[in-house]
Structures are given as structure tokens and as C-alpha cells.
């Protein structure tokens, strides 16, 4: 068990709401990006002499083109509705965490610079000058936000505190105030090829390695092709999936579930990432040009196929944004569309949820299961926050919540879900999406995996669960870390193919 | 005419100006603004047909708030239904002759300024009672509030206590409606109640009761979730294909 430096929340039956506590968590502060990375970027690396200026300059520039942004700083009455639904304040009682508070630090500064009320009488509807002491603020606050949408579920007017955040870290970035660990991914993604920054050697390598423990172990010789071209299915997967645990396992379930199809595919060392930090950071330009990695290895291999592996914002980004940034979809009637779409195979959704393949294989009775395997776990599912709220699965609305569930109860034998309101489209996140994921804000994490930790407790006593399915490569990273602070095993900890890879017969 | 007829003669042609040309704007402003991304809070409706369902049911029932919190629900519910029947019943006051329906709902109107100022005095009451509430409350929310529910308590006492001069009233915005003004009746009570709805209808454009247009424009509640069937791209960023293609 790590030794925390802080207070680690305890575990009770419901999570009740907290007294607001001032300032809780105002010393949180995640390393500051440094100046290699941010010239990369192509942001100031410090606060200049117009960090003001600018700062201002690219609020409004977002103000003009994001109509989310423009309309969710004016409509919010602070009527109270979202106030206790994030899990960072559920966590920590700090009212900067209310999302409501959150949108404040921002709303204030709009208020002053872009309304009139809040030019000519600042102290009536809360408006307040834009100082470094702010910048700090948003800096802390923004960076204990993983933009998970929870409270934009609850929100009368739809108002999604993420649309805020990624504005405030694009504002932020523009001042000369970048997070060092996402912007040091963004840099490694666009320069190597993935996240984790391993070069195409090291993956090939490693996907050799994989075949061989998977034909020592089962026998059969199951492939893992890099950049195949002609391959039918281009799998882009998250970096974490090639040598991270639990990741790794939920891949060899995914090699096994093509290898019983019987279909070509492959990976791409170009496209060796489904993650895209550019979301989490709210530029535009960064989430197109890292997008625009997958429709270039898609056009090179020449892919009938896209298919995204376990990763939550992974696939907000694919199912929601690839069509308007890269093009893999449909609809599109311009040059830059139906070029791609010439090539795609019209008869699947573009891109596709590996967990739509797997179910429509085992619907189709391709896939055979040998579901005592699996009887050594209990298993409940954690639904990933940008899948529940940001995405969808099948055709139906809410597949995203049914889909990932039939997979399971049809690979293995014991499952229960969580109380119903810590799932579906009431799903807590886990704490370390959205770009917090470090170490540097280990403390945010295990803050905010309090109300997950909670539900999860409840069904672990009451049903003894024992393991925590899951669809996202950043909620394994997360878990894996903070189970050990609640008391849990970390190995309690896994991937849903991974349970398919443990049933599933190969011939 | 009086200094009284001119005053309010003046006022209100102005809050209506204020209003109307404020709001116009805002719409205006709002939709001219791109939305780059499909954002649809998830699960949502994949047609437009259910985006219009979605969008009447959080207009008409509030559905996400009823999912978030009860008594803000019931609170808010009740004060915006009372609003809206108060509001109809006051139809009567600018036309001759008075439709039907007006008619019809007039003991209605009356009896939901009760339930108007309940739910206000509900929201007000937690904006004090209710720490996170508190903690994230402006000044100008409870003017706000202090606002309607002055409001609310005038027109109520000129409905249930001191009656006013109807007939005077309705002759006096009759005339505003036709240019041919009329006296303003010389009532206190009628005279706050005039003056409070003034400020409301001008400061309506440029304050946080822009809501009301605002949740039109919501892209997470206005979006339908069908973004691998259709390409969904706005100008600024159509721009940046045409330099890749």
C-alpha cells in the first residue's frame, strides 16, 4: 500500500454530500510544462509581458467559435443542480470543485471583460479583473476537472462544465501556462507515433513477444500484424494496450476475437495510438492534426475497416469527432470526405467500437466461450465516462451501457451491477481521466475515485465482486494505481476482453 | 399629459425596445456563433425528431433538473409555470376583444401567482439555507429574486386586496399598443408593479435570465447523436480540410 501524504477518504455505505470546505484543495498544482514542450506546441512557455492580452485575446476568439462556450457562459442561473454531482468535490468538499464554481472562475473574468453589467457594476453580478492570482486559480481548478460530463447530464441547460475546462486549458496554454504531462504526451504522439512514446522497432518487438506467450499458452498461433497493407481491419488501439498491465491482456483478447472471425487486420505503427490528448487540452488544431494520424494509416494500408480498441476518450473522439476531423464516416460530400469514404466498406459503421465487433460476432454465433473459465471472478463494470455521456454503441441510444454488459454475461458467469445511480449515464469517473493521469495529482486521483470506490466497496461486500471490468485504458492505469489506497487489490483490476480472451475457445 | 403618463410611456417603450431588440440580438449572436463538434450529452436521441422531443421535455417538465435535485425542481417548476400562466392571463390587457382561451384561464392565472411566489421564495430560501448554494450566489441573484417576487406580492395585491383601475390600466396600454396614449392611473402599487416589470424586461437581455434562450442553443440538448452517419463541420473549421485535401 502507498503511503499517502493525505487524508484518503473513507469508505462508507452512500456517499453524502460534504460541507463546503474553502480552499481544501487550492494547494493542488500539476508540473507546469516546460519550455521544449511548449515551443513544440506552439505556445509561450511563460507568462510575458502581455500574458493578459492574450489571454483575453483567446477567449474571445473561442467565445466566436464555439457556440457551447458562448451559450454556457451567459445561461447559468448557479441555480445549484450540478453542485453535487462531480466527484472531485464529493472527494474533497473544496466549492472550486462544484462544477457550477468551476465555470465561475471563468465566468467571472467573461463577465468583466465581454458583458456590460459586469463592466459598469462588477460587485453586483460577480465579475472580477483578470490577475495572475486568477490565472493561478483556473490553473489549479481546471487541472481537477477530468471532463467527464457528469454534470452536464444534471444541468437544466445542458451546460458541460468539460466544454470549460478545455477552454480554460487552451486559454491557459495560450498565456504561457501548459499541464507538462499532457502537452509532453501531445509532443510524443505527434513525433513517435503513440502516447508512450515507442518507436516502431520496440512496438514490432513487442507484438512478436505477445504471439509467442500466446501460442506457448493456448497453442494456437495467434497473429498480431503490424502495418499489413491490404489488411481488411485497421484496429487502432491505445499505446497503453502494448505493454501495460492489465491493458496487454484485453489486446490478446482482441487478437483472439480476430483470429476465431477469420479476418485479415492489422496494426499501424503510424497510427499506434486511439488516445488524443488534444481533446482534454480543447485545441481544435492539436485533436485534428493527432486525428489525422488514423485517416493517413488508414489511406497508406489501405483499411476497409476502422476499429478502436478499449479506451473511453479514445472513443468520444472516434465515434463523435473522426468524422468532422479526419473524415472516417459518413456523410460527407466534399473532396476531403469522400475520398476515405470511397475506400471504407459501407456496410459497417465507421469507426467501430471493438466491443460492437466482438458483440455482433457472438450474435452471430461466430464465437465460441467456454464460460467456467471465468467462474473464479465476479464481475461488476465500471462504464467509462466519455462512452456513457460522450459516445454511443449499436444503433441504439444507451448500447454504450448494454453492449459492454452482454459481452460479459456472455463470456462469464458472475455479474452484478453497482447501485444504479454510480452507472449509465450516472457513471462516476474514475478519477484520473481528462488529462490527470500523473503523478503530480495523485491526490486529485484518489480524491476523486471516492465515489467510484464507494459503489465499487458496496458491491465487493455485498456480492463479493472481485473484479472491475472496464473499456478504458486511462480508468485501468487509474484503478490499478488507487485500489491499493482504498484497500483492494490491484488485480482486482481489468479489461473486458480480457475476460473475453480468458472464455473464448480457439481452433 | 402628466409627468406620471410621460414617465411610464417612456419607460415602457423602452424596456419593450431593450427587450426585444436585446434578445433579437442575443438569438442572433448565438446562432451565428459555430458549433465545431458534436457534443450531444449521451444517451440522445439519433434523429431530429427526437432532438425536438428532448428539447420539450426539458422546456416543458425540466426533465434534467427533475433527474438532479427535487425540491430545486419543484421550486423551479412551480415558478415558471406560475409564471406562465400569470403571464397569459395578462393577455386580456393588451387586446379588444378578449379571445376565448384568455378568458378561459383567467381564475387560473390569478390562483397560479401563488404558486409563482411559493417556488420563488423556495429557490431564495435555499440560495441561504443550502451551503453550496449559498457559497456560489451573486448579489445579482438575489436581486433577481427580490425582483419577481416584488413582482409577484404587487400584482397579487392589486389581484386578491386593493383593486386598481382595470379599466384606466387596460385604456392607458390600449393607447401605448395604438399611439394613442391615455392616462397612466395615478395607483402605488400599480405604479411599483409597472416599474418592476420594466427592469426586469431590460435587464433580461444581459443577465442570467438569457437562460431562456440559451437552452435553444445548448449543443449538449440540441444535437442529434448521429455524427458517424452524418459529417457534421463547421466554416472556420471546413477551412482547415480544403489546406489537407
Known amino acids: ?507 | 399629459m402628466t409627468s406620471l403618463t410621460f414617465f411610464y410611456t417612456g419607460l415602457l417603450y423602452f424596456a419593450t425596445l431593450v427587450l426585444f431588440g436585446g434578445l433579437a440580438y442575443r438569438i442572433y449572436e448565438y446562432s451565428r456563433t459555430p458549433a465545431p463538434l458534436k457534443i450531444p450529452t449521451t444517451p440522445a436521441p439519433t434523429t431530429n425528431s427526437g432532438v425536438v422531443l428532448r428539447m420539450a421535455r426539458e422546456v416543458a417538465l425540466f426533465e434534467s433538473l427533475f433527474k438532479s435535485n427535487k425540491w430545486i425542481w419543484l421550486f423551479g417548476w412551480l415558478f415558471h409555470v406560475g409564471l406562465a400562466l400569470v403571464l397569459l392571463r395578462h393577455v386580456r390587457y393588451f387586446q379588444e376583444p378578449v379571445w376565448f382561451w384568455v378568458e378561459f384561464i383567467q381564475p387560473f392565472g390569478k390562483y397560479a401567482s401563488f404558486a409563482m411566489v411559493a417556488g420563488l421564495a423556495g429557490l431564495w430560501a435555499r440560495r441561504f439555507l443550502v451551503d453550496r448554494v449559498r457559497y456560489i450566489s451573486t448579489p445579482s441573484d438575489h436581486l433577481i429574486l427580490a425582483l419577481l417576487i416584488g413582482i409577484g406580492l404587487s400584482g397579487m395585491l392589486m389581484t386578491f386586496v386593493a383593486h386598481t383601475d382595470i379599466v384606466a390600466l387596460k385604456a392607458f396600454m390600449l393607447g401605448l399598443m395604438t399611439f394613442d396614449f391615455q392616462p397612466m392611473p395615478a395607483d402605488a402599487v400599480l405604479m411599483a408593479h409597472l416599474f418592476l416589470v420594466a427592469l426586469l424586461m431590460i435587464i433580461f437581455p444581459i443577465s442570467k435570465l438569457l437562460h431562456a434562450p440559451g437552452i435553444f442553443f445548448s449543443p449538449t440538448r440540441n444535437q442529434a447523436d448521429n455524427p458517424r452517419e452524418t459529417r457534421h463541420i463547421a466554416p472556420w473549421a471546413a477551412a482547415l480540410d480544403r489546406d489537407k485535401a
Request: proline share 4%; charged share 20%.
Open chain 1, 1 to 507: 500500500m502507498a503511503a499517502a501524504e493525505f487524508e484518503v477518504p473513507t469508505l462508507t455505505e452512500y456517499v453524502d454530500v460534504p460541507k463546503i470546505k474553502e480552499g481544501a484543495m487550492a494547494h493542488v498544482k500539476s508540473f507546469v510544462s516546460p519550455q521544449v514542450t511548449q515551443e513544440f506546441m506552439g505556445y509561450p512557455w511563460a507568462l510575458g509581458e502581455d500574458w493578459k492580452e492574450r489571454a483575453l485575446f483567446k477567449m474571445g476568439d473561442l467565445l466566436g467559435k464555439y457556440r457551447s462556450l458562448r451559450v454556457f457562459m451567459d445561461a447559468c442561473v448557479h441555480c445549484g443542480a450540478c453542485t453535487d454531482k462531480c466527484h472531485y468535490f464529493l472527494g474533497t468538499a473544496d466549492p472550486n470543485n462544484m462544477p457550477v464554481a468551476r465555470q465561475e472562475l471563468m465566468r467571472k473574468v467573461y463577465r468583466r471583460y465581454f458583458t456590460l453589467p459586469g463592466k459598469i457594476a462588477p460587485w453586483l453580478v460577480g465579475a472580477e479583473d483578470l490577475t495572475q492570482e486568477t490565472l493561478e486559480k483556473w490553473y489549479s481548478y481546471y487541472h481537477q476537472c477530468s471532463e467527464c460530463r457528469r454534470c452536464s447530464v444534471y444541468c437544466p441547460y445542458g451546460i458541460d462544465t468539460a466544454e470549460i475546462t478545455m477552454a480554460g486549458r487552451e486559454i491557459l496554454n495560450y498565456a504561457g501556462m501548459g499541464q507538462k504531462y499532457s502537452n509532453e504526451i501531445l509532443v510524443k504522439v505527434q513525433k513517435i507515433g503513440n502516447n508512450l512514446g515507442l518507436p516502431g522497432p520496440a512496438l514490432e518487438d513487442t507484438l512478436a513477444g505477445l504471439e509467442e506467450d500466446i501460442e506457448a499458452d493456448t497453442g494456437v498461433p495467434v497473429k498480431m500484424p503490424l502495418d499489413v497493407e491490404g489488411a481488411e481491419i485497421l484496429l487502432v488501439t491505445p499505446s497503453a494496450d502494448f505493454f501495460s498491465e492489465p491493458h496487454v491482456e484485453s489486446l490478446i483478447g482482441y487478437a483472439k476475437v480476430f483470429h476465431a472471425a477469420g479476418v485479415s487486420w492489422t496494426l499501424s505503427s503510424k497510427a499506434s495510438e486511439a488516445g488524443n490528448f488534444g481533446l482534454f487540452n480543447g485545441s481544435y488544431e492539436t485533436m485534428r492534426t493527432v486525428a489525422m494520424r488514423i485517416r493517413d494509416a488508414a489511406l497508406e494500408l489501405g483499411c476497409k475497416r476502422i476499429i478502436v480498441g478499449e479506451c473511453g476518450h479514445a472513443w468520444r473522439v472516434a465515434y463523435s469527432f473522426w468524422n468532422t476531423l479526419n473524415g472516417v464516416g459518413y456523410g460527407g460530400d466534399d473532396p476531403f470526405a469522400r475520398k476515405l469514404q470511397e475506400q471504407l466498406d459501407s456496410r459497417y459503421p465507421q469507426p467501430m467500437h471493438i466491443c460492437e465487433y466482438t458483440w455482433d460476432l457472438i450474435q452471430q454465433g461466430v464465437l465460441k466461450f467456454d464460460k467456467s473459465a471465468n467462474d473464479d471472478r465476479v464481475i461488476t463494470f465500471h462504464d467509462s465516462c466519455n462512452v456513457s455521456r460522450g459516445s454511443r454503441m449499436g444503433t441504439e441510444p444507451g448500447g454504450q451501457f448494454t453492449i459492454p454488459r452482454n459481452i460479459i454475461r456472455a463470456v462469464a458467469n458472475n455479474f452484478h451491477d453497482m447501485d444504479a445511480d454510480t452507472i449509465g449515464e450516472a457513471t462516476f469517473c474514475c478519477g484520473g481521466g481528462g488529462g490527470l493521469l500523473t503523478d503530480d495529482l495523485i491526490e486529485v486521483r484518489v480524491k476523486g475515485a471516492y465515489p467510484r470506490m464507494n459503489a465499487f466497496n458496496n458491491v465487493a461486500k455485498g456480492r463479493q465482486v472481485n473484479f472491475l471490468a472496464l473499456i478504458c485504458a486511462i480508468c485501468k492505469a487509474q484503478f490499478t494505481k488507487v485500489f491499493p489506497y482504498y484497500g483492494f487489490d490491484r488485480n482486482m483490476v481489468g479489461g473486458v476482453h480480457q475476460l473475453v480472451s480468458t472464455a473464448i475457445k480457439l481452433d
